[in-house]
């Protein structure tokens, strides 16, 4: 009964002319940047995912002065970032018209650190097809997306998170017991 009612009930509030307006307005301002800000995105990063990595690659390219442009699925987290003062697009970051909102074209590098497997090659795919030249560096969890990821042509680097967590975890302990790095 009530998978039955989910449908009439979401007609009946797309309906809504004060909903459909609010909505409206509340994605359309998070899913896009002013043509000033677009203008700006030259020889950038675009950081696609701002959860636990991206929040730790936008700010250490900030503090070295690169501009970065954030696409996120997280509304909260653009709100945020806007506030800050960082060019940040609600969006999928699959979706062409989201990487073309972030002037993908004209960035120097795309940063894909969000951990699902599938949408990661999406995303790979999409950039190649508007810019094959531009570098992409890809979060992957496994040697087998890695190979697929680099498989793809174009300048891909695929960092595998635990091998490179377990490189500097051995370098660490390496160097307690009296060896250099």
């Known amino acids: 009964v009530l998978f039955a009612l989910i449908e009439p009930l979401d007609r009946r509030l797309r309906d ?15 899913a896009a940047i002013d043509e000033g800000q677009r203008a700006s995105l030259v020889n950038h990063a675009v950081i696609c995912g701002y959860g636990r990595v991206g929040r730790l690659i936008g700010p250490a390219l900030a503090r070295r002065g690169f501009k970065y442009a954030v696409i996120t699925q997280e509304r909260d987290e653009v709100d945020r970032l806007r506030a800050a003062g960082v060019i940040a697009i609600y969006g999928d970051a699959a979706h062409p018209e989201v990487l073309k909102m972030a002037n993908v074209t004209a960035a120097r ?3 894909v650190a969000i951990p699902e497997p599938n949408a990661t090659r999406l995303i790979v795919e999409r950039v190649q097809a508007l810019d094959p030249g531009v570098d992409i560096v890809v979060r992957t969890h496994s040697d087998s997306e890695a190979a697929h990821l680099r498989s793809l042509g174009g300048k891909v680097q695929a960092v595998h998170g635990e091998r490179e967590l377990a490189v500097q975890m051995a ?3 390496l160097r307690r017991f009296g060896l250099s790095s």
């Open 171 to 173: 370098r660490y302990s």
């Open 109 to 111: 590098l795309v940063v």
């Open 16 to 30: 809504q002319p004060w909903l459909r307006a609010l909505m409206r307005r509340r994605i359309g301002d998070l």
